[in-house]
């Protein structure tokens, strides 16, 4: 067992990347942390709800996202707020680059969902940032549908700023585009 007061100076910045612990090496911000550069900043954001394959969306308007380094530009923080159909609506975001296991890692916690949600993915060779992770469905009834399903996050720079597409798939069911959120600079 380590004492924290020696895991602390172990895990301090060193001079030298041979001075420091794996953890300490590996905790630090590196190449692909730059793919996370451009989201940073204060954004307007439209998003597009499409309730079906197929289905032309439902468009809310007015929500304003700030994205900020935090840990030391180890992660990006989202703060995503605004009315969505009427109803006041949150999302917090922590996206990051895993240097271990040499993935990109978002959590969600937000207002839509009951629960929090984790993904893990890759930058595409376009350099796109696709995340995947499973969730249960609650529903817009009023008892719970219970269905597994698996969401994809992807997060592309444009121009413009970025967008920001959700897809789902139930079991058996053909991958479709379920939110897009476009983020102009605000």
């Known amino acids: 067992r380590v004492a924290l007061a020696t895991f602390l100076a172990v895990s301090a910045p060193a001079t030298a990347a041979d001075d420091l612990s794996a953890s300490a090496r590996l905790a630090m911000p590196g190449p692909s942390h730059a793919l996370l550069e451009p989201l940073i900043g204060t954004w307007d954001v439209e998003m597009r709800v499409y309730p079906g394959p197929g289905a032309e969306p439902f468009v809310a308007q007015g929500l304003t996202a700030t994205r900020e380094w935090i840990l030391g530009g180890r992660y990006v ?45 890759a930058a595409m060779p376009d350099g796109t940032i696709s995340v995947v992770g499973d969730s249960t469905e609650a529903g817009m009834g009023p008892e719970p549908t219970g269905r597994k399903r698996t969401i994809r996050f992807t997060f592309e720079v444009t121009e413009a700023g970025s967008v920001e597409r959700i897809y789902v798939r139930y079991p058996g069911g053909e991958e479709f585009l379920f939110v897009e959120q476009i983020f102009t600079a605000g």
Do not use: C, K
């Not at 609506?89 to 240097?99: D, H, P, Q, T, V």
């Open 77 to 121: 923080q989202e703060h995503l707020s605004g009315d969505v159909f009427g109803a006041p609506s949150e999302r917090i975001a922590i996206l990051g680059y895993n240097n271990l296991e040499q993935r990109f890692e978002l959590a969600t916690f937000d207002t839509f969902e009951p629960g929090s949600m984790i993904y893990q993915g």
